[in-house]
């Protein structure tokens, strides 16, 4: 979640660029500005719904400079593993008139891994598009933590 | 472990919010029996609370991007009969002199009827390449114009066809949400595009809204939101209009 108190660079640009672009894309669903918040616009119009994507026009650009490698998810070594290509921005509060109420959300999904063990609260991973071969198989171990969630699962 | 392993595959999505997360504590692991994770580049595990700390190198680097709805050409992957569109803004409030510096959104459907937008249900995560086609975004220049390069938009139940425009000020306050709507008459330029199936046009005209039929067009009797159409299905179209605003 990205909101004003977040530290990073990265954060501090995507937060003012999405802020902007909800001021000016928020005018198509709140004619006047009579609402100020999110929320009273998504009440008073239920297409205000769509902010979500038409703001997120507004950090693809940052999103494109991650290079597919998802932020603040390390392995045990400390790298950054998680590959992704999708991904999902959310709208969480804003206010026209107050930019310190303006938070989003930013979900990746990582591509597709295999999940091989659990070792105390670490996962035991691969991708599953790397190599099988009989002898070995290159793995990442990863602790569960805050805002890492499973979003899919399929038996082999 | 070999063996159990591959009767143990199980594929899953990991998902993760952008908020960065410092792991909280390094743990002593039984590793016995597993098959390791690779490059030993120097792999901490101490028994104290401790921060694994990135081995690599920092970054990514932000730089400062504009919205991706920055674009002349805005077709990404649809495909269609090619248009030019040309649209000039004037200032009711300066004796409909050119606006300069205006912003100008515009969206349309594809030869389909179908627009750019998140799927039905508010879970769903999308590529983050090229999500937004047919979808852009240009500052007028100093003759109020802007132009952009597309496909001829295609049309669904209930609306004639149309192109969105939403024209802000430069410090990004809405000046006017409008449309504009396409010319009709024998062998117009919509009849001839929605019959042209080797462009990928498959609806033709049956159960096409007429622009006297269209909630929004129906009351424009003057034609002040019709568009000027010119070209030629092979050689793709040019649609110039004016839009006043006041600035």
């Not at chain 1, 991708?127 to 009989?134: G, L, R």
């Not at chain 2, 997360?21 to 590793?31: G, N, R, S, T």
């Not at chain 2, 009827?113 to 995560?125: N, V």
Request: aromatic share 10%.
């Amino acid at each position: 979640m990205i909101d004003a108190a977040s530290p990073g660079a990265w954060e501090k640009l995507v937060f003012d660029s999405s802020y902007n672009e909800f001021k000016m894309q928020a005018q198509l669903y709140n004619q006047g500005n009579r609402q100020k918040s999110f929320a009273e616009m998504l009440l008073n119009n239920p297409q205000a719904e769509k902010l979500h994507f038409l703001v997120s026009t507004s950090v693809t650009g940052y999103i494109q400079q991650l290079n597919g490698k998802i932020p603040g998810v390390l392995d045990n070594l400390g790298r950054h593993f998680l590959q992704f290509s999708q991904y999902r921005f959310e709208i969480i509060n804003s206010d026209i008139n107050n930019k310190a109420a303006h938070q989003v959300a930013i979900n990746f999904f990582s591509e597709p891994m295999c999940w091989h063990d659990s070792i105390n609260d670490f996962l035991l991973v691969s991708d599953v598009a790397a190599t099988v071969t009989e002898e070995s198989i290159l793995t990442n171990l990863v602790q569960l933590q805050p805002f890492l969630s499973v979003s899919s699962i399929k038996e082999n | 472990m070999e063996q159990s392993r591959k009767q143990f595959l199980k594929k899953f999505l990991i998902g993760a919010a952008s908020a960065p997360v410092i792991l909280q504590a390094c743990k002593k692991d039984d590793l016995s029996g597993t098959s390791g994770s690779g490059s030993g580049s120097g792999s901490g595990s101490g028994s104290g609370t401790c921060t694994v700390a990135p081995t690599e190198t920092a970054g990514p680097f932000p730089t400062i991007t504009p919205s991706s709805l920055v674009r002349s050409d805005i077709r990404d992957d649809r495909t269609g009969v090619p248009l030019t569109m040309n649209i000039t803004i004037k200032n009711t409030n300066n004796n409909c002199a050119v606006l300069a510096g205006a912003i100008v959104d515009v969206w349309h459907c594809d030869k389909d009827g179908y627009y750019s937008e998140y799927g039905g249900t508010a879970m769903q995560s999308v590529n983050y390449t090229g999500v937004h086609f047919l979808r852009g975004r240009q500052t007028t220049d100093a003759n109020g114009l802007v132009s952009f390069t597309t496909i001829f938009p295609g049309w669904y139940s209930g609306r004639a066809t149309h192109i969105h425009v939403h024209i802000y000020n430069s410090a990004g306050t809405s000046l006017k949400i409008t449309q504009i709507a396409f010319p009709e008459g024998a062998n117009n330029a919509t009849v001839l595009v929605n019959a042209s199936t080797a462009n990928g046009y498959t609806k033709g005209m049956t159960g096409y809204t007429y622009n006297a039929s269209d909630n929004i067009f129906s009351d424009d009797t003057a034609g002040v939101q019709l568009a000027t159409i010119s070209g030629s299905v092979s050689a793709g179209y040019v649609l110039t209009h004016i839009i006043n605003v006041p600035g």
